[in-house]
């Protein structure tokens, strides 16, 4: 099977491979397969939907976590125009993990910020695997206080399993600085929009995802912990994971039902790696509708607004 394909869409790849092997003796001029070939592919196009229509929440964390899934830069070069990425915390070094910069997002001149992931083992190994540690929310920190003086609005994609754990990022103060994040995207007076892209895991993705407005692409999933994490801390055993993500309510769906997130972002039938140009619009319509919503408060008020709606959190009925 395709490394492209998930365990729960092997019966759709093996559909495919037919497909590609009748294709591939029909290039060959001796015989013609075209009806069988359209057949099989409007047999595919069916079970895809099938399949999808009742994904569960372990199947969901799994497409989140798609190899092949579009990632912050996958996203930039296709929305963005004249973007100039940013490095440096101006402290210590930069962090690979986090990209931002500054740019025009249709008529908007915005400073955008995003975890990325590798697509290789080379380059996974370079932006930790889009694990942030300190100077890589220090950067973000930077960008976003030049956003606020400047008065642009600032743009976040969460897509992240979470901080980077690792001694040294502990030792720079890890987690000051995704406290400094999240208090700093707190009082900025210019509008902020994020976007769970993919895997929003932790304080890692909290510390980009203050904002006023908070996307959430069809199939990602946000949680204060990884499944895996969960069924250590529960069952001592990873293995329960799949349970675990039933419990957790991590997709947006379940994030929508609960009031946590503001939009949910469609994906192309299969998953936004299907399609990049066509999620990229997707996405980028949704931002600018959101950023029009924002405009119309004139730049006043963002913090106290926003304060409310974090507070408005979390609020329950107690039962008799």
Known sequence: MSRDFLEFEKPIAELQEKIA???????????????????????????TREIFSRLDAWQITQLARHPMRPYTLDYIERIMDDFQELHGDRMYSDDP????????????????????KGRDTRERAYRHFGM?????????????????R??????????????YPGVGAEERGQSQAIARSIELMSVLE????????????????????????????EYATYSVISPEGCASILWKSSEKAASAAAQMN????????????????????????????????????????ALDSLRQDD???YTQKRYARLMGYGVFERGK
């Open 21 to 47: 092997e009748l294709q591939r003796v029909s290039a060959s001029g001796e015989l013609s397969f075209d009806r069988e070939i359209n057949m099989l592919k409007t047999r595919s196009m069916d079970l």
């Open 97 to 116: 993990a986090i990209v931002s910069g500054l740019g025009f997002l249709g008529e908007y001149r915005v400073a955008i910020i995003g975890h990325q």
């Open 132 to 148: 942030s540690r300190p100077e890589g929310y220090r950067k973000a920190q930077r960008v976003m206080e030049l956003a606020a």
């Open 150 to 163: 400047f008065g642009l609005p600032i743009v976040t994609f969460i897509d992240t399993p979470g901080a």
């Open 190 to 217: 210019t509008p902020i929009v994020s976007t769970v892209i993919g895997e929003g895991g932790s304080g890692g993705a909290l510390a980009i995802g203050v904002s006023d407005r908070l996307l959430m692409m």
């Open 250 to 289: 991590t997709t947006s769906s379940d994030l929508m039902k609960l009031g946590l997130i503001d939009e949910i972002v469609p994906e192309p039938l299969g998953g936004a790696h299907q399609d990049y140009d066509s999620i990229a619009q997707t996405l980028k319509s949704a931002i600018l509708k």
């Open 299 to 301: 730049g006043q008020g």
